[in-house]
C-alpha cells in the first residue's frame, strides 16, 4: 500500500489541477459585462440600414466592434413619434451604456426626456439649444452631445436647385411635416427665397398618411408643377410612396437626402448622413473609453451631396441643365 505521505502528495496535486481549472471560469466570471449601446430610432430597420454601417464604422475607429466588444440594442419607432418615449425608457431600465438617438428631435426629445444620466449621442435637424437639448453647441453641458445637420437653413438651396430645372412661371408645391421642430424655420427661409424672386409657392402640411395623400390631391387641383419634400423622419419612412406619388403625377421632386435619390427620387440635396453617422459612432466609442457628453462639441456638417438621378429625369421628360450636372456630386443613370 502506499505511504500516507504518498496519498497525501496525490491528493495535493489533484486539488491543485482543479484549482487551475477552474482559473479560467472565476477570470471569465469577473471580467466586465460588455458594453451596451441603446439605438433609438423614430424611422424603421429598413430605412437606417446604411446609417448603421457609417456608425458601426465611427465606433470601429475608437476600437469597437460590435459582437466582440461592444453590444447594440435596437429600438425602433417605425414614425410613430408616440411610441418613443416608452422605447427611450425601456433602454433606461436595460441599463445600456450610451443611448444613440437616429431621426432627429423626436428621438433625442424622447431620451432626454427618459434619463438625466445616461449618456446620449443624438443626431438631429435642427439648433440643440434653440430646442433646449444642449447649453451651447461647444459646451453641451449636459448628458447629451451629437451632430446637427441645422435643417432649416437647407429649404433655400434646395428650393433653388428646383427652379433650375422648371420653367419660370411654375408653380411650386413644399411639403412640410409640423411635428417635426424645424418646421417652420425651414418654411419661413423657403418661403423668404421665393419671394425675393417672385417666386410662387404653396405650403402643405402632412403628419400621417392620409395627410400625404390630401396633400398631393391639393397639388393636382392647385395644377403645382414641382415638389420640394422637407426633412422628416415620417416622410422617410414613406420614401417609396412618395417617390411613387410624384411619378405618378409626373412631378419633379427634390428631397434632403441622397438614399432618396437612389431609390428612384428625382434629385436630393442635404448634410452627408454617412458622415454624421460616422461621428455618432466615434462620439459614443469615446465615451465608452470614459469621455463625458458635456465636454463633447456638437457636430455641424462639413459635407453636403446634390444627387441627380438621371434615369427618373428621362422618365418625367426632363432635359437636366449641363451647369446642374456638373455640380452634382453624384449622376444616376
Known amino acids: 500500500m502506499p505511504g500516507v505521505g504518498h496519498m497525501r502528495r496525490r491528493e495535493f496535486i489533484t486539488l491543485l489541477g482543479g484549482a ?22 423614430a424611422r424603421t430597420p429598413e430605412t437606417d440600414l ?108 434646395q428650393f433653388g436647385l428646383l427652379r433650375e430645372l422648371i420653367p419660370q412661371g411654375v408653380l411650386i408645391a413644399m411639403l412640410v411635416d409640423p411635428s417635426v421642430p424645424w418646421a417652420e424655420s425651414i418654411t419661413m427661409s423657403t418661403q423668404a427665397a421665393a419671394r425675393s424672386v417672385g417666386q410662387e409657392i404653396v405650403v402643405l402640411g402632412a403628419s400621417g398618411q392620409r395627410d400625404i395623400d390630401t396633400a398631393f390631391a391639393t397639388i393636382v387641383q392647385r395644377r403645382a408643377g414641382a415638389l420640394l419634400v422637407t426633412s422628416s423622419p415620417f416622410f422617410f419612412t414613406r420614401a417609396d410612396y412618395l417617390i411613387a406619388l410624384a411619378a405618378r403625377h409626373a412631378l419633379p421632386t427634390v428631397y434632403w437626402r441622397r438614399e432618396i435619390a437612389d431609390a428612384g427620387g428625382l434629385m436630393s440635396y442635404g448634410s452627408s448622413t454617412a458622415e454624421m453617422y460616422g461621428q455618432m459612432g466615434i462620439y459614443a466609442g469615446k465615451i465608452l473609453n470614459g469621455a463625458k457628453p458635456a465636454d463633447l462639441p456638437v457636430m455641424q456638417p462639413t459635407k453636403f451631396e446634390l444627387v441627380i438621378n438621371l434615369i427618373t429625369a428621362k422618365a418625367l421628360g426632363l432635359e437636366v441643365p449641363p451647369m446642374l450636372l456638373a455640380r452634382a456630386d453624384e449622376v444616376i443613370e
Open 20 to 41: 487551475a481549472a477552474a482559473w479560467p471560469l472565476t477570470a471569465r466570471a469577473q471580467q466586465p459585462a460588455m458594453p451596451v449601446i441603446g439605438y433609438l430610432s
Open 50 to 157: 446604411p446609417l448603421l454601417a457609417a456608425l458601426r464604422r465611427g465606433l470601429n475607429e475608437t476600437g469597437y466592434v460590435e459582437g466582440k466588444n461592444v453590444a447594440i440594442e435596437f429600438r425602433w419607432g417605425r414614425g410613430q413619434y408616440d411610441r418613443l418615449a416608452a422605447l427611450a425608457e425601456d433602454l433606461v431600465r436595460r441599463q445600456v451604456a450610451v443611448i444613440v438617438t437616429g431621426g432627429g428631435e423626436p428621438s433625442a426629445l424622447a431620451a432626454k426626456a427618459a434619463t438625466a444620466t445616461i449618456p446620449v449621442v443624438v443626431n438631429l435637424g435642427d439648433d440643440p439649444v434653440r430646442s433646449g437639448l444642449v447649453a451651447s453647441l461647444n459646451r453641451p453641458g449636459g448628458n447629451i452631445t451629437g451632430v446637427t445637420s441645422l435643417l432649416g437653413a437647407l429649404g433655400p438651396k
